[in-house]
C-alpha cells in the first residue's frame, strides 16, 4: 500500500497510521491503493488483448480516415514479419520512429514492440547535431521517418548506427485517391518535404507488403525487458534515454486506469490526441490507456494550426483530451472552439507544466468539465499523481500519488519536510525508469536507492494533495527570498488583457536578482504599468515583476511548454 513519507512530523505508528487514512479517504471509494505490475508480462500481450476483443471499433482516427483494431493488428503484424524476416533485427535491437502523430506511428510502434525491438521515439523537429546525439546513444539500427524530415536524417545517418531506413509520406495510409492528393499536396503546393537523398531507404508501404508475405513469431518477451528508450533533458544540455521497461511500462498503465478506469466505457471512447506520440504523456495516457479500452483515438498531426484542430474537433463526439496549458489557452481563445459541443466531454487531462488558475476556471465555465491536472516525469512513464476523478474544480494541485507509489519531500538539508513545507520531490514506485541508458553518471544523481529525486520543488497538504511549487532550476532569489515563477506567472495570467507569460530571474547588483516576465497580449491596449499594478495587489513587494517585456510570441518545446531556458540565456547575451 502506497504511502506518504513523512517522517519528519511523525512522532508515532499511530500518527502515521492517521494519516494515511485521512490520505486514502482522499480516493474515490472505487480506486485501488494498489496494482499489480505483472497484470500482463509486456505491452504485447496487453495490445492483443484489445485487438482481439475489440476488433471491429475503430482505433485511430486521422484527417477523415479510420483503422480499426483488426486493421492496426494486421499491419502492425506484417511490419513485425518484415522487421524480423527481412531485416533481421532481433529482439532487443533498438529501432527509432520519427513522425508526428498520424497513422503509421501506432503500426511501426506497435509491429516493433511486437519484434521485440526496443522503441527510439524521436521527436520530428530535432536539429542534425541532436538527431545524430541520440541515434548513437541508443544504437539504433533502423529509423522510421516521415519524408517530411528525412532531410534532417540525411544530414547525419552516414555518422550513426542506423542500417535501414524507412520512409513514410503524411497520406501514406488514407485510401488511394486521397493518398495521391494528399502526399502531392503536402510535397508539391505547400512545400513541407525538402529534396532528400537516402540510397537503400524503402517505403513503408513496400515494407508492409514484404511483411504480409512473411511469417511473424513472437518473441519471448518479459516485464524486465526494455519497451523504450525515451529520451529527456534536451532542453538543459545532451538527451538522456530513460530506459523504460515493459514492467514499467504496465506499471504505469494499471496506475492510470486505476485512476480513471471506472469512468471509461470500453469500446464506446473518443479521446483527442494532439500532444504527440513520440512524447510520454500521450503515448501512455492516450496510446496505451485508451487502447486497453478499446477506444477511439483522434490523432491531431498538427495541433499548432488550432483552427484545424477546431474543425477536426467539430465532426466528433470526443469524451476525453488531453494537452498542456499553453494548449487549452490557446482553444479557449478561439470563438469557434468555445462553440464546439462539449456535452460527450467527460475526462480532461493537463500535464506536462502547470496549468494556470485562469486557464482551469475558464476550461469549467466552457466545457462544463473540470480540468484535472497530473504529474508526471519521462522517468516514470510518466504518471505519479493524478487528482480524483471526482474533482468538482480546479484547485491548483496536482493530486494524489498514483496506486503503489511513495513520494517524499526533501529539504536541502537531506531531511523529510513537514506538512506543507516545500522540498524536492522523490518518487518511489514500479513505474520508475531502470536508469539512464549508457550514463552511470547521469542516474546516480538523480537516484537514491529506490527513490528518484524530480528535480521539482512541491508541498504535500493533510490530505495528502501534492502541489508542485516550481522546478529547482527555475527559482528567482530576490533578496534572499525565494521567488517560485510558476506563481507569477499564475498571477499574471489572470488578468484579462494577458494571453501567455513567463518569468525569469535577471540578475541586478542590489537584491541578486529580480523578477522580468515575458508577455503576448490578448488586449493591446495592455500596459506594462496596468500589469504590475495588478501584480501588486495580488503579490508581496518583493514578488512583483520589476520588468516586462511584450512579444508576439514565447519560445516553445515541441509539445507547447514554453522555455524560460531560452530567455535567460537571451538576457544573459544582451549583458555579455
Known sequence: MPILLLNSVMSNVHEEFVLERVWLDSYPKDVPATINPDAYASLVDVFEESVQKFADAPAFANMGHVITYRNLEEQSRHFSAYLQNELKLVKGDRIAIMMPNVLQYPIAMFGALRAGLVVVNVNPLYTPRELEHQLNDAGAKAIVVITNFADTLEKVVDKTPVEHVIVTSLGDQFSPVKRTLVNFAVKYIKKMVPKFNLPGAISMRKALVKGSYSQYIKPNICGDDLAYLQYTGGTTGLSKGAMLSHRNMVANLEQASGAYGSQIEAGKETVVTALPLYHIFALTANCLMFMKYGARNLLITNPRDIPGFVKELSQYKFTALTGVNTLFNALLNDKEFRQLDFSSLKLTLGGGMAVQRAVGQDWKEVTGTVLLEGYGL???????????????????????????????????????????????????????????????????????????????????????????????????????????????????????????????????????????????KKQHELSDKALIEHCREQLTGYKVPKLIEFRDELPKTNVGKILRRSLREEEIAKSA
Open 378 to 520: 519521462t522517468e516514470c512513464c510518466p504518471l505519479v499523481t493524478v487528482p480524483p476523478y471526482d474533482t468538482t474544480g480546479f484547485t491548483g494541485n496536482i493530486g494524489l500519488p498514483c496506486a503503489s507509489t511513495d513520494v517524499r519531500i526533501m529539504t536541502e538539508d537531506g531531511v523529510e519536510a513537514g506538512l506543507g513545507e516545500p522540498g524536492e520531490l522523490q518518487v518511489r514506485g514500479p513505474q520508475v525508469m531502470q536508469g539512464y541508458y549508457n550514463n552511470e553518471a547521469e542516474t546516480a544523481k538523480v537516484m537514491d536507492g529506490d527513490w528518484f529525486g524530480t528535480g521539482d520543488i512541491a508541498t504535500i497538504d493533510e490530505k495528502g494533495f501534492c502541489k508542485i511549487v516550481d522546478r529547482q532550476k527555475d527559482m528567482i532569489i530576490v533578496s534572499g527570498f525565494n521567488v517560485f515563477p510558476n506563481e507569477i506567472e499564475d498571477v499574471c495570467a489572470m488578468h484579462p488583457g494577458v494571453l501567455e507569460v513567463a518569468a525569469i530571474g535577471i540578475p541586478h547588483d542590489v537584491s541578486g536578482e529580480v523578477v522580468k516576465v515575458f508577455v503576448v
